[in-house]
């Protein structure tokens, strides 16, 4: 009795073993299912369509257009695009206002559990140098955090609709903008910009001839503040010209429409060439001590007038 007992306990026992492992593998079975679907699925999802359409869609009614290339979604949910191009829509396309390469976009985790992908961080090289942030555009948390770090002036193409010549030098920069619920019209903050090394041989502008200019630091700092960029600073010390400067900037939408308002002055260094004195001589606006030329500066960004 005692070993039918036994028997019929284990063979019991091992029956539901075997209904357990056999749940557990089905389980398996199923999650495996699941992620070659979800893996299978991001493989040949259209990404760079999707990512074409959205960009076309958010630069629509402007001046300029945003061209994607080759972009995937990564196991971490980071999106890369290999180039970013950004042009004027009436250009030919040969010279970008800007391009970024080996660009990623990676939205928050903690905000993706709340149903949200920001704030979204970005990294881009950018002409031999880099562009690193976050950026929440959302009114009730709106804020900007960004960093340029030794962008090659010299590789960087989308002046020469306007500008021919050889410019050389390193820029440098950061903004730091939070709009302390308000939104982005009532965002506050800092900017820094500065180029070491700037190196003007064999320019034109538009046309006109322009002196070979060397300047050893060009540096801006300023403020921004409801909608205003207040220009603390602007400050140019080469081996021929030297020029200061204020002013603020009123920004507006497009940016190239922001009003201007800026008072520069420009003085020869001693040792400069007697055409450059002349040069500076014959530049609008009334004259100042050493020869120096003190210049107003109206118009917008985007055409700008001196007085």
């Known amino acids: ?37 979800v893996v299978s699925f991001a493989a040949v999802f259209p990404h760079d369509l999707m990512l074409q359409r959205a960009l076309t869609a958010a630069t629509a009614g402007t001046s300029i257009r945003v061209v994607a290339e080759r972009g995937g979604l990564g196991w971490t949910l980071a999106y890369g695009v290999d180039a970013l191009r950004v042009e004027m829509r009436d250009g030919d396309g040969h010279d970008p206002l800007l391009l970024a390469q080996a660009l990623r976009v990676a939205p928050s985790r903690l905000g993706l559990l709340r149903g949200t992908p920001y704030p979204i961080a970005l990294d881009a090289t950018l002409y031999g140098g880099s562009v690193r ?34 410019v050389r030098g390193r820029l440098e920069g950061a903004v730091e903008l939070d709009g302390n619920g308000r939104g982005p019209a009532a965002a506050a903050g800092d900017v820094r910009l500065r180029i070491d090394g700037l190196t003007l041989e064999g320019t034109k502008v538009r046309g006109i001839v322009v002196p070979d200019l060397h300047f050893s630091d060009v540096h801006l700092t300023g403020t921004v503040k409801n909608g205003r960029l207040q220009v603390e600073e602007v ?52 004259s100042a001590d050493g020869g120096a030329r003190r210049i107003s500066v109206g118009g917008t960004l985007g055409r700008p007038t001196l007085r």
């Open 133 to 166: 942030g976050t950026f929440d555009p959302r009114p009730a948390s709106f804020r900007v955090d960004a960093k340029l770090e030794g962008v090659d002036l010299a590789r960087y193409t989308g002046l020469r609709p306007w500008l021919e010549g050889t």
């Open 235 to 286: 400050v140019a010390d080469g081996q021929e010209l030297g020029l200061r400067g204020d002013g603020d900037v009123l920004l507006r939408e497009p940016l190239g429409a922001s009003p201007l308002n800026l008072s520069l002055v420009v003085s020869p260094a001693p040792g400069a060439p007697d055409g450059l004195k002349v040069a500076v001589g014959m530049l609008p606006g009334a």
């Open 1 to 37: 009795m005692v070993v039918d007992g036994f028997a019929r306990l284990t063979s019991g026992a091992r029956a539901w073993a075997g209904r357990v492992g056999g749940g557990a593998a089905v389980v398996w079975y199923g999650l495996f299912t699941l992620a070659a679907f």
